[in-house]
């Protein structure tokens, strides 16, 4: 699934640092393509990352986030068995989510 | 009665008013992220909170980025509070990059890949209750990430 975020997370002394990808063109709108169209904006705008239902971190995002983008961050009261979940909203409603079972 | 009960809810409606107004004052991020310079991005992002230098924020970006479409930035610090962490480029068209609002379950520490179109300065702000803190790098770009 293209909309898949992936996610790694590690558990050292209850913290979990967890990585996560996430596959988008991340299209700044301000970029021509080869017959000189502007190319639309396209890109994540919200950005929110829960352990097991609880929400830990939101994101707000500008178009000038790279491409495919990259979030890393760190959860406080992490335990074997918590369930990361990561999900986004881009500029023109389009979703996706994904998550991982920290071990 | 009825006149209570009407005076009642004007009060409240009033009240509600005095309430949503400073918030909105306070906050607009859908506009700080259209704002095509810093100073406005951060007037709509942090409204009039007092905003000062800090060293105890630990910010890691390159000196050289080779290539503008992917610059690896980390903003962390061990202050109390911390509400908020925005990454702002003052040379990109729309200089706030990434603003990220953290509960008290999470650390005040995250990384990311932003994009820079030339060299700029790159500004990191740290939000407590009633405080902003910031520091910020220069970053050389040798190829720009906003062309074509």
């Known amino acids: 699934m293209a909309n898949d975020v992936k996610i790694r997370g590690k558990i050292t002394d209850g913290v979990a640092t967890v990585k996560s990808l996430m596959v988008h063109p991340m299209e700044t709108g301000t970029r021509r393509d080869a017959d000189g169209n502007l190319i639309p904006a396209h890109y994540i705008e919200k950005v929110a990352a829960y352990k097991n239902d609880q929400e830990v971190l939101t994101a707000d995002w500008g178009a000038s986030i790279s491409k495919n983008p990259f979030l890393s961050f760190r959860v406080k009261n992490a335990a074997p068995g918590d369930v990361i979940r990561i999900t986004w909203v881009d500029n023109t409603g389009a979703t996706g989510a994904g998550e991982a079972v920290l071990k | ?148």
């Open chain 2, 1 to 148: 009665m009825a006149l209570n009960r009407r005076k009642w809810i004007t009060s409240m409606a009033t009240a509600g008013a005095a309430v949503l107004l400073p918030l909105r004052l306070l906050a607009d991020t859908a506009a700080a992220f259209k704002a095509a310079d810093a100073n406005t991005a951060l007037k709509q992002l942090f409204g009039d909170l007092p905003v000062e230098e800090s060293t105890a924020i630990e910010f890691k970006i390159p000196d050289i980025a080779e290539n503008g479409a992917v610059v690896p930035v980390t903003v962390s610090t061990d202050m109390p509070g911390v509400r908020n962490i925005s990454i702002v480029v003052d040379e990109n068209p729309n200089p706030l990059s990434a603003s990220f609002n953290i509960s008290p379950e999470a650390f005040a520490d995250v990384s990311t890949r932003v994009k820079m179109g030339n060299s700029s300065v790159v500004h990191a702000y740290v939000r407590t209750a009633d405080k902003v803190y910031t520091t910020s790098k220069e970053v050389k770009v040798t190829i720009g990430g906003c062309g074509g």
